[in-house]
């Protein structure tokens, strides 16, 4: 079985851009929630997605969103970038819900200049 | 919210010793609590979790043990290899709905040969 795929995995933007990031998740696997780890914070809880709908959102303002489509995969994207979204974005799937194993991607790195 | 302390954030053991990280949460409705192991330039990955119904589980040299009452969780392995040399996150559900994962953040664990 495929594992969870993530694209790109590195970009570049300059502040004030936008970005969207792409995850694939398991076949099967219909939760997808989405992280953001820096050096500083650690692993910060974005959002989850279950069935198309968010079911749960993190501290993060506004510019953060997501979406997913009816085949689970799911899309986040960061509007008018700034420095301190400079990180790595990964995304993670399960079965149902969070408290079952979630399967981590290779993450997309985001560098924003 | 929830609020996950990870210590300490550095070890470093001599190869063949034990490694002990330890957690403590915050939100008395947590109930399950996976650690994962990401090593330099990798995804986090499962290694062990336990369910709040369980006060102990073991694979292999891996343990982790669980106390509700004190709301702390601890990460055990024993014989370490060089190959265990990671940083170790240890998370906890949070939220009403417990759709979220509050990370606690990670211990660089070396096994020194």
């Known amino acids: 079985k495929a594992g969870v795929t993530q694209t790109p995995r590195y970009l570049i933007k300059t502040r004030g851009q936008q970005v969207t990031l792409s995850c694939s998740p398991i076949?099967?696997?219909?939760?997808v929630s989405w992280y953001q780890q820096t050096p500083g914070q650690g692993l910060q809880f974005l959002f989850e997605?279950?069935?198309?709908?968010?079911?749960n959102k993190g501290n993060f303002p506004g510019r953060f969103s997501g979406r997913q489509f009816s085949n689970s995969r799911s899309e986040m994207n960061v509007s008018t970038l700034e420095l301190g979204d400079s990180a790595l974005y990964l995304c993670a799937s399960s079965l149902m819900a969070v408290q079952e194993t979630q399967y981590f991607g290779p993450g997309t790195r985001l560098l924003v200049l | 919210g929830e609020n996950v302390e990870q210590h300490p954030s550095t070890l470093s053991v001599q190869e063949g010793d034990s490694a002990v990280i330890k957690c403590t949460y915050s939100d008395s409705a947590s109930n399950y609590f996976p650690w994962y192991k990401q090593e330099l330039g990798k995804r986090p990955q499962l290694i062990i979790d336990?369910?709040?119904?369980?006060g102990e589980k073991k694979d292999q040299r891996i343990a982790v043990t669980l106390n509700k009452t004190a709301k702390h969780f601890s990460l055990h392995i024993t014989e370490t290899q060089p190959e265990d040399s990671a940083v170790y996150f240890c998370a906890a559900t949070s939220g009403g709905s417990a759709r979220q994962l509050t990370f606690g953040s990670g211990t660089q664990l070396t096994v020194l040969p």
């Open positions: 336990i369910r709040s119904n369980v």
């Open positions: 997605y279950f069935s198309e709908t968010q079911r």
């Open positions: 076949s099967g696997h219909r939760s």
